[in-house]
């Protein structure tokens, strides 16, 4: 398991290296572009030079990529979608250059339409940028279930996965703070093996390809998406050490996207997160 956070881009991929390293992560995702900005970010090939050498004898050794929010591949308005699919191709292409293990996405939101033809759009665009780029692969989110967001269940994450048409890059990515507020208590040993037999049965666990973990503010199936400092949220240090000794999650990496998770307090919150794996790992002994 590699145990890391977000960070942050600035100054190119290789400050986010450093920034990693410094919090003795062995994982880091980032925005490849300004999530407040359509913008696509493209990298030259000195910045992946850098970034390359960087990675020679640092603790990092997975990155991911987040598509900024921006992005919602289901909607209705065909110009959001263009929009969605110019900056989803940039990330894709950019995880290629830096050999990312995957680009993260939050699918879409139906908003207040239906959720069917919004899977169905999300899935159009999903495959178009699949199509457009080679290499990477993209893994989608499930989500807290707010706002009509798609992939609140494992069955709409199934039914994206079909309509993006079933592309061998494509995989999950399961956030622990998102499960829980939609209504999947990960919170013991056995309630997760529950929660990932079924979505064995569902997805398939062959699909699952990388992890974030966040405690919740909020409280059980609320679909609010609220992040916590680890340990301090519903899931708690308990929850914590159930998540990251997890046998399925072995070789995943594990991201924290916790507030404030990019400032200096974070390196106490991977070392946090390592602890709890001990403690994890010495109770399933």
Known sequence: MLIGAHVSPAGGPAKAVERGAEKGAEAIQIFNQSPRMWRPRYYSDEEVAEYTAALQGSSVRALL????????????????RAKSLTSLIASLEAGQKLGAVAV????????????????KRAGATIKKALDATEGCALHLENTAGAGGTLGRTFGELAA?????????????????????????????RESLGAVLDQFDAEVGGDLLGSLHFNDSQSGFGSNVDRHAITGAGELGDKGGEVWF????????????????VDSDKSANEVAHAKALRKKGLRKRR
């Open 160 to 188: 994206l996965l079909e309509a993006a048409g079933g592309d061998p890059r494509l995989g999950i990515t399961l956030d622990s703070c998102h499960l829980y507020a939609s209504g999947y208590d990960v919170r013991t």
């Open 104 to 119: 993260v996405l939050h699918p879409g939101s139906a908003l207040k339409g239906k959720v069917p033809p919004a899977i």
């Open 65 to 80: 990529i987040h598509a900024v929010y921006l992005l919602n591949c289901a909607s209705e308005d065909k110009e959001i």
């Open 245 to 260: 000794s997890e046998p399925r999650f072995e070789a995943l990496p594990v991201v924290l996207e916790t507030p404030g």
